[in-house]
């Protein structure tokens, strides 16, 4: 068997890899399993980037709020270009219930001291130069939130964990779990066996089968998400907007336009198509094209360099699951992100740094509390 670890967190990925590095700073000896060649290859290198505090639960602002936090200062902080961009996110309303909808969350986002306004049919115009104003009645606003290329933070945060002290293993597929008087004793691969203290699962799509190596089962479903990303052109307006208009055929869709000028976008089918496929579809574009030219007509001409389809691991709440197993002690989890794992890692890379060291402090009980393994899942995230 290989040298025992403190910890071993199974995933690379958009969580896996920020909770590597956090544990390493903390001094903590961490193995990262993997059962693909490099990092972020299951649903980072998916991701279109958005970062937001922009939620309707105390929990995901808290992480997403440090999230944005080690986001915006890793250039200067650590040197590396990761593609940050402030450029906010903005939820236009078409009716006067969803200008209610929205008016009413906000007071619930105000309380957990978000930085989001209303503002005017004329001042969105502002933001995004053209939008279609026929019914407009404004919009959310948060300034703070933004973006980031997923590609180039997951590297940096790779390299500087491994700086770090964090080790590797790439192209092992974890087979079984091997317990000891209710705990995880050691992680058994198909080229090795490795020992550890703890086990952070935060294997994305396959959390739930890990889940199951350990005898547990976790509430989580991949469904499937279509995105694609134009040519870059001159900045011509600001934040991601997020419309929530419901659609046949989808829930949502949202758009914006990153550090390189390219216009990126994404729609969420409705209903879900769940499981893992990977192959885009011939209705994507047809589907996605005219609502977002009905909204913004200014994007009619941008050409369309490629499309791509991901997964989001879905929870039926909307909710990540996060914390210790209540039946196997050193069992923790990290898995059910909700397509939102890019935004949540680093900041819930710090958390899971303090739950292994049990440094937890009274923000993050009440954080937990929302991603509570346990829970029954009766509730729904607004924004999720």
Excluded at 21 to 39: T, W, Y
Excluded at 97 to 109: A, D, I, T
């Amino acid at each position: 068997m290989g040298k025992n670890h403190d910890v071993i967190v199974i995933g690379a990925g958009s969580v896996g890899v920020p909770a590597a590095l956090s544990l390493a700073r903390a001094g903590v000896s961490a193995l990262v399993l993997d059962e693909l060649a490099s990092p972020g290859q299951m649903s980072n290198k998916k991701a279109i980037g958005g970062i937001r505090a922009t939620h309707s639960d105390f929990g995901k602002i808290r992480v997403c709020q440090r999230s944005i936090e080690i986001f915006a200062g890793w250039k200067e902080n650590e040197g590396d270009d990761i593609g940050w961009l402030s450029n906010g996110y903005s939820y236009p309303a078409y009716s006067a219930g969803m200008e209610k909808k929205l008016k009413e969350l906000m007071k619930v986002q105000h309380g957990f001291g978000l930085d989001i306004r209303w503002v005017s049919p004329e001042e969105y115009n502002e933001l995004v130069p053209g939008i279609s104003m026929e019914g407009l009645r404004g919009s959310t606003y948060s300034p703070g939130d933004g973006s980031a290329s997923p590609l180039l933070a997951v590297n940096a945060f790779f390299f500087k964990s491994r700086a770090a002290g964090a080790e590797y293993r790439f192209n092992e597929k974890v087979t079984s779990l091997r317990l000891d008087k209710g705990k995880v004793a050691s992680v058994v691969t198909d080229k090795g066996e490795y020992g550890c203290g703890q086990l952070i699962n935060a294997a994305g799509n396959s959390g739930r089968d890990i889940a199951r190596l350990a005898g547990l089962d976790v509430p989580v479903v991949p469904d499937n998400h279509e995105g694609a990303i134009t040519e870059p052109v001159k900045r011509f307006f600001g934040p991601m907007v997020v419309d929530i208009r419901p659609e046949p055929g989808s829930a949502n869709y949202y758009f914006y336009q990153n550090n390189e000028g390219q216009v990126v976008f994404c729609i969420t089918p409705d209903p879900p198509i769940l499981g893992v496929q990977n192959e885009s579809t011939s209705l994507f574009f047809p589907q996605v094209a005219k609502r977002m030219v009905q909204l913004y007509p200014r994007l009619a001409s941008l050409r369309v360099r490629r499309s791509w389809r991901g997964q989001y691991p879905m929870t039926p709440d909307g909710f990540p699951i996060v914390g210790r197993d209540a039946a196997v002690g050193n069992y923790i989890h990290a898995v059910g992100m909700c397509g939102q794992g890019f935004m949540l890692g680093p900041g819930l890379g710090e958390l899971l740094t303090r739950i292994v060291t049990h440094k937890e402090t009274a923000d993050d009980g009440r954080i937990l509390q929302s991603f509570l393994p346990g829970r029954e899942f009766k509730g729904v995230e607004a924004l999720k």
